[in-house]
């Protein structure tokens, strides 16, 4: 089911980025933040002009950064890539894809069949059944699939990750998160794709995608879900505003409100965790704030709480140089937890049970297929 790989530890790794849009330059972070481990050697995008400004974006990178130099090569088709990379097998060892949800299943499975490892931006698909052929194509192929969750690497999330293995909660009771975000009608008009049910998804599935994960990831598997979304305030296909309600298998109670109608602007993207022990709330933008510690025993993590809150300049954070640290980590044979094809499962299906509880007006019970 998973195959072994051999470390690379002589060489850098090298990468190609799929996508040169709106979350490309986050990419390029992370790539500048590990360049001692990491090579950008390709980038793709079937609009010219996004791979031309991606190119001057990385020339520009480069040239304030000392010792950092990078000169990819431009691929204006995925097709034209993915034949290079069979000629030349050597030539990649990760391709990333920064491209629209929807197009990620027949990307990752095109790449899997070149025998190429894969990271993919979330959601890894917007369908149940996407998803699952997504990981067994990388499984048949013996290649690795990663989905992006930085939110995880979030020192705050990290923090309250380790409160929650160590048993300080004690029984958890409740846990609610809020995503109060602004997403305009030019944000879903700036490309076809946007708001769509195929390529995209809604508030959920796209916008609060991470937060979705962060509910499974911190406190385990949810047993089921009702939900109800809305188009209340943008023309698009999707929804901009949704409730879940949650129950997890562990007898914890939860919800989540999701809107991208907050004026003017973004205003909070947060996770409280209730238990009979403590009770905490990560808060802030983009979970980058403790905005609430209490614990009924103490421990030397508490003297943590105010060094480990930071600022952002997006809801995007600073997890991905981070998600990319812990990829090289795999790659060089080090014993790490990663997100993988089948973590990347796990939010697609509360997702989807979401989606169909909404469309039904009934519980979803999971997991979806046993």
Not at 124 to 145: I, N
Not at 177 to 202: A, H, I, K, M
Not at 237 to 257: F, K, P, Q
Request: proline share 3%; hydrophobic share 40%; net charge positive.
């Amino acid at each position: 089911m998973y195959a072994k790989f051999k470390p690379i530890t002589n060489r850098k790794i090298k990468v190609g980025i799929v996508g040169c849009g709106r979350i490309f330059k986050k990419h390029l972070e992370a790539i500048t933040n590990n360049f001692e481990r990491i090579e950008l050697v390709a980038i793709c995008d079937e609009n010219n002009d996004s791979l031309e400004k991606a190119n001057e974006f990385i020339k520009d990178v480069c040239s304030k950064i000392k010792n950092f130099s990078n000169n990819p090569k431009r691929f204006f088709s995925y097709k034209i890539l993915l034949d290079y990379c069979s000629q030349n097998p050597n030539f990649i060892d990760l391709i990333v894809l920064a491209t629209p949800s929807g197009l990620h299943p027949s990307q990752v499975i095109s790449a899997a069949k070149c025998g190429l490892n894969v990271m993919t931006e979330k959601p890894m698909a917007t369908k149940w059944a996407d998803g699952l052929s997504m990981v067994k194509a990388c499984d048949d192929a013996g290649v690795r699939l990663y989905v992006i969750k930085q939110n995880r690497f979030n020192r705050t999330l990290q923090l309250l990750k380790k409160q929650i293995v160590n048993g300080r909660f004690g029984r958890i009771a409740m846990v609610t998160s809020n995503v109060f975000w602004q997403r305009p009608q030019s944000y879903y008009d700036q490309d076809s794709w946007r708001g769509t049910w195929e390529f995209d998804g809604g508030a959920l599935m796209n916008q609060a995608s991470h937060y979705v994960d962060l509910m499974e990831w911190l406190v385990g598997p949810i047993a089921s879900v009702n939900a109800s979304i809305a188009t209340v305030g943008r023309n698009i296909e999707v929804e901009d505003t949704a409730t879940l309600n949650l129950r997890w298998r562990n007898g914890a109670l939860g919800s989540m409100s999701v809107t991208m109608l907050t004026y003017p602007k973004n205003l909070e993207g947060s996770i409280i965790v209730l238990g009979e022990n403590g009770s905490v709330k990560v808060g802030g933008e983009a979970v980058n704030k403790i905005e609430f510690w209490e614990f009924k025993d103490n421990h030397p993590d508490d003297k943590n709480v105010e060094i480990n809150n930071y600022e952002v300049k997006s809801v995007y954070g600073s997890g991905h140089s981070l998600f990319y640290s812990n990829i090289l980590d795999h790659f060089q044979g080090k014993n790490v937890d990663v997100c993988d094809g089948r973590e990347g499962l796990k939010s697609l299906e509360l997702l989807i049970g979401a989606y169909r509880s909404a469309r039904d007006g009934k519980n979803i019970y999971l997991p979806l297929d046993y």
